[in-house]
């Protein structure tokens, strides 16, 4: 591996320029000529024998120095060194100075430069091997004077030559070593994390580094022209800094300084300044930080405390700060307010004597398993107890933390307050398990009751009644009185049976004037019994509302568990069935469940069905029977009349599905498109010459009050063509009992547009003549069951005569229905009645036969 000195040997030739043309030129230049190397070589041969006690002297007198003997290591090295300059001094005479000479010469410089040897030692040196040599050579020359100063010429020559090649190498060896420390210092300080601005002592700027750049952002040919520093960061503190540096020469540590225009915004840096000289001249060195972040980062925190402080005092729920004992540390105001108690009265308790002693177990258990690290947080919904005892219900949110300082555990509590928040779920839970009139369970609370009332019985072997209880007549109270007293009414029933029971017995509201009892633990049927007689005697006892004395009166159905059902639908749906039975008696009754009341329930279910799909599939259709003045002998009405033919089985009479339709709510649809059918005959039958008619339609009391029936014959009128003034609207007088004041408006209306109505079934109910007077009432129907016995039953007969006689002192149209014989046509005349309607002038026809029923009665009366 080639030898490190060699490399450096031959870098130093040829950065000096050491060639041989180099090499010729000096040796001219101290006339080294020929003749000298051959008088060096003769007197190599004269002094070599005293080479060797030369070089010890030489040594000798080296190690007299103490400077110089700290460079030698130990005796080897001396030994080596003797050795090599007993070389040294043979080589000066041996009369060859080619290459080898020369390295060697520049190696003695290289090697002396790297020892420390400085010039005036090696200088020295030289002087020594001289006056030495010249006294050499005099012992050896002193008979020969031109001789002996020829060879101390040429000595002197070649020491020249080789001291000059030696200072030479040492010089450029020290230059070399400057400029690698100026490198490596300059690559250290280019390399510094920190910046580095060398400025002199006008304040220019000398010199910069890489990190200071980037720092202040400019690029590196900015200091070229070294500009004053205040160019690139005008801060006057700084400038005051520098000042004092170079005046006092100290330190000037931690000066913060403030730079704009920075690509990402202002810039703080933090100089430390410190003075020192260069060519008798100081410079201060202002080694800068970038200190943007950690300024941030403290103002952050700085904030971040602030606003930890605000929030802690400030925030709308408490925070508190324990022990790992639970002792309170530090608590905000509001968690004193939610407490009642003072800060100082907090401070001395731990988080436990506030505890409620329902929720202190877990507490404890949660607040354990924190502070050993097994949970990191927790939250749960806990009670507190105030100052003043009362219970607080609160929420609880808990987690851990280490201080900073003293690495102590600590926990953190958020607390809020969440009594009204329970007070409101409490009552929200009230409401939708509690009816919000009557303040009863409702129906949900009612089958959680009836559930666990059941699950009781199984294990007892015992029974349970359910009473579905409907109040009789309830309506007209409402109708009556008004909403507000039959709320009244629903509040003192419920009043009532709640009075009436046991505390482990249920009474809850169904809806409407609908209660359902649950009576759990019974021994058998006969038990219900009992108490059902004894409600219905507690709810028969007098009630004044609005001044009125009212006797309420109840239809109760009872199933019994488990012979009735097992379950609360079953047990409620057998119930409600048997509750039925009880109401067509008239009320005021109960009756038990039976299974054929079921079959009944359940073929009432199957028909409503039917009727539900029977308007889709248009299985309803319209007979129209005519209606007679039997005095022209002429067809002057029709009344239309619904029928049902479901597919694939026999016509259902009104009688057999209008009632559960009322009671469905399909009569209302049904009664619409009886309405718009018959009013599309009628203008149809007038449209080819078989007028003027009237068409007389039956409304149902849902229909009457749950639609703009007015509306209603409007846009049909229109739709249809037909006249209004040709139609008679057909009511019952319960109708006008149950809601008077829409009745009269709606009526009010029709009669407006021409339309009649007539009373249905007159004296078949209850009959108010007021209400003939009171409402536009332009005609009546005299029921069949009156006509059919006028000719055999005198009081039928003398009803008859009174309504006809009361028709016609009221002015009003009177028709009799369900005319059959000849004697009753004639009683009817008799009377007056000469309107009259049944099989003796014609049955029921569809619409397809109805034309020719009118063409062949027109003829009739022509002939």
């Known amino acids: 591996m080639r030898d490190k000195t060699n490399d450096s040997i031959d870098a130093i030739a040829l950065e000096i320029g050491l060639d041989r043309e180099e090499l010729a030129a000096r040796m001219a230049f101290l006339e080294l000529g020929e003749g000298d190397v051959a008088l060096l070589r003769e007197l190599?041969?004269?002094?070599?024998?005293?080479?060797?006690?030369?070089?010890?002297s030489f040594y000798d007198h080296i190690l007299s120095f103490p400077e110089l003997q700290a460079l030698m290591e130990d005796g080897g090295t001396v030994q080596r060194l003797k050795h090599a300059q007993a070389a040294y001094f043979r080589s000066l005479t041996a009369g060859e100075y080619g290459e080898t000479?020369?390295?060697?010469?520049?190696?003695?410089?290289?090697?002396?430069?790297?020892?420390?040897?400085?010039?005036?030692?090696?200088?020295?040196?030289?002087r020594k091997y001289l006056a030495e040599m010249i006294e050499l050579l005099w012992e050896r020359m002193h008979a020969e004077p031109r001789r002996f100063r020829a060879a101390c010429d040429s000595i002197l020559k070649v020491v020249c030559l080789d001291m000059g090649l030696a200072l030479d190498t040492y010089a450029h060896a020290d230059q070399r070593s400057v400029v690698q420390y100026q490198n490596y210092l300059e690559q250290v300080i280019d390399g510094m994390p920190a910046g580095l601005i060398v400025v002199d002592d006008e304040y220019r700027i000398r010199s910069i580094n890489a990190t200071m750049l980037e720092m202040l952002g400019i690029p590196d040919d900015a200091v070229e022209a070294q500009p004053q520093l205040d160019s690139l960061i005008p801060a006057p503190e700084l400038a005051e800094r520098m000042a004092a540096a170079l005046a006092s020469g100290a330190p000037q540590d931690g000066v913060v300084v403030t730079v704009d225009g920075h690509a990402e915004g202002a810039r703080y840096f933090e100089f430390n300044i410190r003075r020192t000289r260069q060519a008798g001249g100081a410079i201060l060195l202002l080694i800068g930080q970038d200190v943007t972040f950690r300024r941030q980062a403290k103002l952050?925190?700085?904030?971040?405390?602030?606003?930890?402080?605000?929030?802690?005092?400030?925030?709308?729920?408490?925070?508190?700060?324990?022990?790992?004992?639970?002792?309170?540390?530090?608590?905000?105001?509001?968690?004193?307010?939610?407490?009642?108690?003072?800060?100082?009265?907090?401070?001395?308790?731990?988080?436990?004597?506030?505890?409620?002693?329902?929720?202190?177990?877990?507490?404890?258990?949660?607040?354990?398993?924190?502070?050993?690290?097994?949970?990191?947080?927790f939250q749960r919904e806990t009670r507190y107890v105030a100052k003043g005892g009362n219970p607080i219900w609160v929420t609880v949110s808990a987690s851990v933390m280490r201080?900073?300082?003293?690495?102590?555990?600590?926990?953190?509590?958020?607390?809020?307050?969440?009594?009204?928040?329970?007070?409101?779920?409490?009552?929200?839970?009230?409401?939708?398990?509690?009816?919000?009139?009557?303040?009863?369970?409702?129906?949900?609370?009612?089958?959680?009751?009836?559930?666990?009332?059941?699950?009781?019985?199984?294990?007892?072997?015992?029974?349970?009644?359910?009473?579905?209880?409907?109040?009789?007549?309830?309506?007209h109270v409402n109708d009556s009185l008004g909403h507000e007293?039959?709320?009244?009414?629903?509040?003192?029933?419920?009043?009532?049976?709640?009075?009436?029971?046991?505390?482990?017995?249920?009474?809850?509201?169904?809806g409407g004037d609908e209660f359902v009892v649950v009576l759990p633990d019974l021994a058998c049927a006969d038990d219900a019994a009992l108490v059902a007689q004894k409600l219905l005697a507690q709810l028969f006892q007098p009630l004044t509302l609005c001044g009125t004395e009212l006797f309420p009166t109840g239809s109760v159905g009872i199933a019994m568990y488990p012979r009735d059902g097992t379950d609360c639908h079953a047990l409620l749906k057998a119930a409600d069935t048997a509750m039925y039975s009880s109401k067509a008696?008239?009320?005021?009754?109960?009756?038990?469940?039976?299974?054929?009341?079921?079959?009944?329930?359940?073929?009432?279910?199957?028909?409503?069905?039917?009727?539900?799909?029977?308007l889709q599939r248009g299985e309803f259709a319209l007979y129209y029977q005519p209606q007679f003045d039997v005095a022209s002998g002429c067809v002057v009405g029709l009344e239309a009349l619904l029928r049902w033919r479901p597919e694939g089985r026999e016509m259902v009479l009104p009688a057999d599905f209008i009632p559960l339709a009322e009671e469905t709510g399909l009569i209302v649809p049904i009664g619409e498109w009886v309405l718009a059918t018959a009013m599309d005959q009628l203008a149809a039958l007038r449209r080819i010459g078989l007028g003027p008619l009237r068409m007389s339609v039956n409304v149902s009391a849902r229909q009457f009050q749950q639609q703009d029936l007015a509306a209603q014959v409007e846009r049909l009128a229109a739709r249809s063509g037909c006249d209004p003034a040709t139609l008679t609207l057909e009511i019952t007088e319960t109708l006008l009992m149950e809601s008077p004041a829409v009745a009269a408006e709606t009526m009010a209306r029709l009669a407006t547009m021409g339309v009649?109505?007539?009373?249905?079934?007159?004296?078949?109910?209850?009959?108010?003549?007021?209400?003939?007077?009171?409402?536009?009432?332009?005609?009546?129907?005299?029921?069949?069951?009156?006509?059919?016995?006028?000719?055999?039953?005198?009081?039928?007969a003398a009803i008859v005569a009174a309504v006809i006689a009361l028709a016609a002192s009221l002015k009003l149209d009177v028709t009799a229905v369900g005319v059959e014989s000849a004697g009753q046509q004639d009683f009817l005349s008799a009377h007056g009645c000469r309107r009259m309607q049944g099989y003796r002038f014609g049955a029921p026809v569809p619409a397809a036969d109805i034309e020719a029923l009118l063409r062949a009665r027109r003829a009739e009366a022509a002939a």
């Open 44 to 56: 190599h041969g004269l002094i070599d024998k005293d080479i060797d006690t030369f070089s010890d």
């Open 585 to 614: 008696e008239g009320g005021n009754h109960f009756h038990f469940y039976t299974a054929d009341m079921g079959m009944h329930a359940e073929e009432h279910l199957k028909v409503e069905a039917r009727l539900q799909r029977a």
């Open 300 to 377: 952050r925190l700085q904030e971040s405390e602030e606003f930890f402080r605000l929030t802690f005092t400030q925030a709308a729920v408490g925070i508190a700060l324990l022990s790992r004992e639970g002792r309170f540390v530090r608590v905000n105001r509001r968690l004193t307010r939610i407490v009642g108690f003072t800060e100082i009265e907090l401070l001395q308790r731990f988080v436990h004597q506030i505890t409620h002693p329902d929720e202190l177990l877990e507490d404890r258990v949660l607040i354990r398993r924190l502070v050993d690290g097994e949970i990191r947080d």
């Open 485 to 510: 007293a039959g709320d009244q009414m629903i509040i003192e029933i419920a009043r009532r049976l709640a009075c009436a029971l046991r505390e482990s017995d249920t009474v809850a509201r169904q």
């Open 403 to 475: 201080e900073v300082a003293s690495g102590q555990l600590r926990l953190i509590i958020a607390v809020e307050d969440v009594s009204r928040r329970k007070q409101a779920e409490e009552a929200l839970q009230r409401m939708a398990s509690h009816d919000a009139l009557t303040g009863l369970p409702n129906r949900t609370l009612l089958q959680d009751r009836l559930a666990n009332a059941i699950a009781q019985a199984q294990r007892t072997r015992r029974q349970v009644g359910v009473m579905f209880i409907d109040l009789d007549r309830f309506k």
């Open 101 to 126: 000479y020369i390295r060697d010469r520049l190696r003695v410089g290289l090697v002396h430069q790297r020892i420390g040897l400085e010039p005036k030692w090696y200088i020295g040196a030289y």
């Open 756 to 796: 009649q109505l007539a009373i249905d079934d007159f004296c078949s109910g209850y009959s108010s003549l007021a209400n003939l007077k009171r409402f536009p009432i332009h005609g009546l129907k005299i029921d069949r069951s009156f006509v059919a016995d006028i000719e055999t039953d005198s009081d039928d």
